[in-house]
């Protein structure tokens, strides 16, 4: 039986949907959720080529290629290697669904890596960040093979913001950190306060804290804690304390360098002469005074004599030198005087002690305590609130 309806003619085979070659380049050290989103956002962006009809979108296909530089691109631009090896990384990055192809560029011009891949593949568009460095360069590589440079705006992310910067901090922060006692020079650290030829004198000592754990330290209390605090959680120390904080730098800086160190006066840390400190084993101690708020921020910029400060620091430097004890009760001595001088109340005459002073910025809080000898410490903090403190060296030497 034959059909009497004519052949259906055959149905339009439907166009091929256009490519549309996203490029996105970077580090990618430590991939986090952040760059999940942005390698989202920026595969997305193949859809604005598409023409003004709602069903266009089905015409383009997305294919979005990420790139990120060798370990010897980045040993040579940036001086360090990568957290994980290349072929890590691009495997890693190649199995995000949203990533269709990964480069890693070998070229030798600083942030165009990539250029040789780039011309010869002649991507639609190059996205970057609003952060991104290297603007120029791009923009001129586009104009080359007529891709559109187009920046990405920061969009409030579904999640806590994190940086790879951050996520390194973290990884490396250490588990433990001393803290500190300072004898001369405090405030000369503070880079509004600095004064041409003035030393910070610090050293480092145990017991220690770690993040959960400060023993029987108070906190708040002009021990360094803040910076401790920020140097455990990964973060910069010296950026924490000057930037945010509106103080100065001494007490990361003998924190992460350890020992007894003789600073100068500046805008950050230099390092003018360091030692082991074994020489002031057995004869310090802190005292928690309970006396008054200590409070570095709010007394930063009290009026105070700073050329006694700088001779106070001075003096300490002189006994560095000489591994002086006595020199060493003279700085600190200078050191009280200053403090009283600001408004401070006296801290308790002990038997023994040679010399002492309010730690940090004073106001209460902790006093170091120099005592003639070990016997004498001993004999000094029977009673009241003491921790023997001892000097903390990692390495010893001599500053430059």
């Excluded at 290349?86 to 600083?110: C, P, Q, R």
Aim: glycine residues 12%; charged residues 25%; aromatic residues 8%.
């Amino acid at each position: 039986m034959s059909s009497l309806l004519p052949p259906r003619p055959p149905l339009p085979t439907p166009p091929s949907p256009r490519i549309v070659k996203v490029f996105v380049s970077g580090c990618y050290d430590l991939l986090h959720a952040g760059h999940i989103q942005f390698f989202t956002e920026a595969r997305s962006l193949a859809y604005t080529l598409a023409p003004s009809n709602p069903l266009s979108e089905t015409s383009i296909k997305p294919h979005l290629t990420v790139s990120f530089a060798s370990s010897e691109v980045l040993w040579i631009h940036k001086s360090r290697l990568p957290s994980i090896p290349d072929d890590h990384k691009a495997f890693i990055i190649s199995s995000l669904s949203m990533v269709d192809e990964v480069v890693v560029g070998t070229g030798g011009k600083e942030g165009l890596d990539f250029e040789a891949w780039f011309l010869l593949n002649k991507p639609d568009l190059l996205v970057v960040t609003e952060d991104d460095k290297y603007g120029t360069l791009k923009r001129s590589l586009c104009a080359r093979v007529g891709a559109r440079y187009v920046v990405l705006p920061k969009t409030p992310p579904p999640f806590t913001p994190v940086s790879t910067t951050a996520l390194l901090g973290g990884i490396r922060a250490p588990q433990w950190t001393p803290l500190r006692v300072d004898f001369g020079g405090g405030w000369l650290d503070v880079p509004r306060h600095a004064i041409e030829g003035g030393v910070v004198v610090n050293l480092a000592v145990t017991p220690g804290v770690s993040s959960r754990d400060w023993g029987k330290y108070r906190i708040k209390s002009g021990m360094g804690g803040s910076a401790a605090n920020s140097i455990l959680k990964g973060e910069d120390g010296v950026k924490s304390e000057v930037e945010e904080l509106g103080v100065g730098w001494q007490d990361p800086a003998v924190i992460k360098e350890t020992g007894l160190c003789v600073w100068r006066s500046g805008p950050s840390p230099s390092l003018k002469l360091k030692s082991s400190g074994s020489w002031l084993h057995g004869i310090l101690a802190v005292l928690y005074t309970g006396s008054g708020t200590h409070d570095t921020p709010g007394t930063s910029d009290n009026i105070r004599d700073y050329g006694k400060i700088k001779r106070a620091g001075q003096v300490c430097e002189e006994a560095v030198r000489g591994e002086d004890r006595e020199k060493l009760a003279e700085g600190i001595r200078l050191s009280y005087e200053a403090q009283l001088g600001e408004g401070m109340e006296e801290v308790p005459k002990v038997e023994g002690a040679k010399a002492w002073k309010y730690c940090g910025g004073g106001w209460g809080g902790y006093a170091v305590y120099v005592f003639e000898d070990e016997e004498g410490r001993r004999r000094g903090t029977e009673k009241g609130e003491w921790i023997k403190v001892e000097p903390y060296c990692r390495l010893g030497g001599v500053g430059n």
